[in-house]
T-cell receptor, first 116, second 113 residues
Framework: ETGVTQTPRHLVMGMTNKKSLKCEQH?????MYWYKQSAKKPLELMFV???????ENNSVPSRFSPECPNSSHLFLHLHTLQPEDSALYLC???????????????FGPGTRLTVL | SQQGEEDPQALSIQEGENATMNCSYK?????LQWYRQNSGRGLVHLIL?????REKHSGRLRVTLDTSKKSSSLLITASRAADTASYFC?????????????FGEGTQLTVNP
């Protein structure tokens, strides 16, 4: 256990559905991240939050909407997704938010998303 | 090619043998990190090596960094079947802002019992 939990672990949704992914970290960290991992591709950074403020949006389509109500919780709201959005979505956290150099990141187990 | 490329893409060895994986990158870095991922799970941090370090050890792991060649290697000694996983290097590039790691595509290691 890394101290980062994600729910649900598996999600199947239609293209017209709206769903949310949840991430919670119990490590007292200040930065949280969303990554997308597709088959045969490197891990793609989607969003970064430092002290609840979004500091990076890596050109992610608006059908993905992140929310960070506090430093311990991170959500990814999904709507009108496409089949190519099917992937493993990983949440991570790190102690320092926005500091240089980049800290060790602690990952959750991921949500396996399938879009039909 | 991308920042943080692992080589080989796949490696299959027998239990007890050593496994060596390499990572090359393109830009100057602050640090380089190695992560491990079991199938369908999250990544687990293994070791971080800073740009001013040349070698680091952690248990059966040995990481080297050659900033002149922009490359790093991860050596796992006396491998075990439980070491079977994908291994990723991640770079913290000097040129990027914020808390950003760039991951490679990974090396899939299979340790046969």
């Amino acid at each position: 256990e890394t101290g980062v939990t994600q729910t649900p672990r598996h999600l199947v949704m239609g293209m017209t559905n709206k769903k949310s992914l949840k991430c919670e970290q119990h490590l007292g960290h200040n930065a949280m991240y969303w990554y997308k991992q597709s088959a045969k591709k490197p891990l793609e950074l989607m969003f970064v939050y430092n002290f609840k403020e979004q500091t990076e949006n890596n050109s992610v389509p608006s059908r993905f909407s992140p929310e960070c109500p506090n430093s311990s919780h991170l959500f990814l709201h999904l709507h009108t997704l496409q089949p190519e959005d099917s992937a493993l979505y990983l949440c991570a956290s790190s102690l320092r938010g926005g500091g240089r150099p980049t800290d060790t990141q602690y990952f959750g187990p991921g949500t396996r998303l399938t879009v039909l | 090619s991308q920042q943080g490329e692992e080589d080989p893409q796949a490696l299959s060895i027998q239990e007890g043998e050593n496994a060596t994986m390499n990572c090359s990158y393109k830009t100057s870095i602050n640090n380089l990190q190695w992560y491990r991922q079991n199938s369908g799970r999250g990544l687990v941090h293994l070791i971080l090596i800073r740009s001013n370090e040349r070698e680091k050890h952690s248990g059966r792991l040995r990481v080297t960094l050659d900033t002149s060649k922009k490359s790093s290697s991860l050596l796992i000694t006396a491998s075990r079947a439980a070491d079977t996983a994908s291994y990723f290097c991640a770079t913290d590039a000097e040129e990027t802002s914020g808390s950003r790691l760039t991951f490679g595509e990974g090396t899939q290691l299979t340790v046969n019992p």
